[in-house]
């Protein structure tokens, strides 16, 4: 049997799993969230030697960064779910104000969906907690580029969650582009930009809808009126989690040019802090995650000014926390994600010019705004449109539920997390419920037309009138 065949085979089984209802109920979605939960605690172990092989990544970093944050995730699907299920009623017009009108959450049907390789499980499994929710049969593919995390998730998967409704598919690039020609019910993605445009376009030829949660340059901007140590503490934590390879790393910093000197001194002091005065001989700090990888990024250096760290290491795939002044503004540097520990620091004065900046840009997945100035940041959330907009810290919006996160424009399609979750796996269909009776006021409606004050009087009952 071809790949292809093969995947078309998991395909109808599930389509036909899907069809017998079982998915719909109540009871079996809770109980596959709590197969979830045990699965997560059964699997922690041999999850953190998994990331250590990967990327050496320090099991207390996975924890709180992947395991921790899907158990939230998945804590607050179980706690809401019986809401989220129940029918939605919405208000209606004087002509049908004895009818039912209402939004009733149905399944989108059978998904896939394409996992990250930079937190293996919150970027898996978190969509899947949805899909779960929403009552949807999925495929689920890890990536191949941490294939030690892979395996041991393919492993915990098939073990814990239905396989009639719930299937695990590992490989490459072959197995991806095969999953793609395949019709979906709705396709869920965690990636670059560019393989999102090709998601996109396999999406389109069947009309498919799609989640992209994508990545960009998050820009970062220091206000002269913040506390600079405190700033410089949680932008270097931000973009040193997971050695920066983190979608809503910061990945370039305006500075107040009163304050660009202080920053830099402070992230430097706070570098040796969090890491020791050599970040290659810490165990808290990670490393690239492949050659191909740690050559793009070392390649990034001559883009500027080495001002604190540089140090690399092809064997290991260490890149130090690296801070760059004076970064080429046309270079890959400051064009291309940078997805690393490497964070470009610039100056400015007049603050609209980095606004201006930013917004000739592509969209980004976040904006970070430090700043005390009430004034400012105000301008920041009107003038700079990004998925998220995060005062004075880095990372954390992710740890509200009741905060959908996504893109805009290159930087996603789709919002998740919490409920957005739930609805992104979801179609809310719309259904108004008429009593048979009463046809005399329905008669107001029908042809013949022989009395014009018949039909003013229907449509203007029924309408909303515009104020003046």
């Known amino acids: 049997m071809s790949l292809a065949e093969e995947l078309n085979k998991i395909r109808d089984e599930l389509q036909t799993s899907f069809d017998s209802g079982v998915t719909m109920p109540y009871e079996y979605r809770i109980g596959q969230l709590k197969k979830c939960a045990a699965m997560i605690k059964a699997m922690e172990k041999e999850y953190f030697e998994a990331v250590q092989k990967d990327m050496k990544k320090h099991p207390a970093e996975t924890n709180g960064t992947d395991l921790k944050f899907t158990e939230s995730d998945l804590g607050y699907a179980m706690k809401h779910l019986k809401g989220w299920m129940a029918d939605q009623y919405v208000k209606t017009d004087l002509v049908n104000k004895i009818d039912q009108a209402y939004l009733c959450p149905e399944p989108k049907g059978v998904v896939v969906i394409f996992g990250a390789w ?6 898996a499994l978190s969509p899947l907690i949805g899909a779960i929710c929403a009552g949807c049969c999925a495929v689920v593919k890890p990536s191949e580029v941490a294939p030690s995390s892979s395996a041991v998730m393919k492993k915990y998967f098939d073990l814990f969650l239905d ?6 598919v590992e490989g490459g690039v072959d197995t991806a582009k095969a999953l793609l020609t395949i019709t979906w019910d709705h396709i869920f993605f965690t990636g670059s930009v560019s393989v999102g445009k090709i998601v996109a376009k396999a999406a389109a030829e069947n009309l ?3 989640t992209l949660e994508l990545g960009g340059k998050c820009p970062v901007i220091v206000d002269e009126n913040t506390n600079i140590d405190t700033a410089a ?3 270097i934590w931000g973009k040193c989690v997971n050695a920066g390879q983190t979608c809503i790393a910061p990945d370039y910093v305006y500075c107040h040019k009163k304050q660009i000197a202080t920053l830099i001194e402070k992230m430097k002091s ?6 020791g005065e050599d970040p290659q001989q810490s165990d808290c700090f990670a490393r690239i995650i492949n050659k191909t990888h740690f050559n793009r990024l070392k390649s990034l250096l001559s883009d500027g000014t080495i001002a604190v760290g540089g140090t690399t290491d092809e064997d290991t795939h260490y890149i130090a926390p690296t801070i760059i002044t004076n970064p080429v503004l046309d270079s890959k540097l400051m064009t291309d994600e940078i997805f690393g520990p490497i964070l470009p620091i610039l100056e400015y004065e007049d603050v609209q010019s980095v606004l201006k900046y930013i917004r000739s840009k592509q969209k980004p997945l976040v904006c970070y705004v430090f700043s005390n100035n009430a004034k400012l940041i105000d301008q920041v959330k009107k003038r700079v449109s990004a998925g998220t907009l995060d005062v004075n810290d880095c990372l954390m919006h992710m740890m509200v539920p009741t905060l959908p996160f996504g893109g805009v424009g290159h930087s996603g399609i789709g919002k998740y997390h919490g409920k957005a979750t739930f609805d992104e796996f979801t179609h809310h269909k719309s259904v108004l419920h008429k009593p048979i009776g009463m046809e005399s006021v329905n008669n107001l409606r029908y042809p013949p037309y022989d009395a014009e004050w018949k039909q003013n009087l229907m449509y203007s009952l029924a309408y909303y009138k515009p104020s003046m």
């Open 233 to 235: 503490k949680r932008i």
């Open 163 to 168: 396989p009639l409704c719930y299937r695990t």
């Open 208 to 210: 498919t809808p799609v």
């Open 270 to 275: 706070h570098i040796a802090d969090m890491y």
């Open 118 to 123: 930079n937190y293996p499980v919150q970027l």
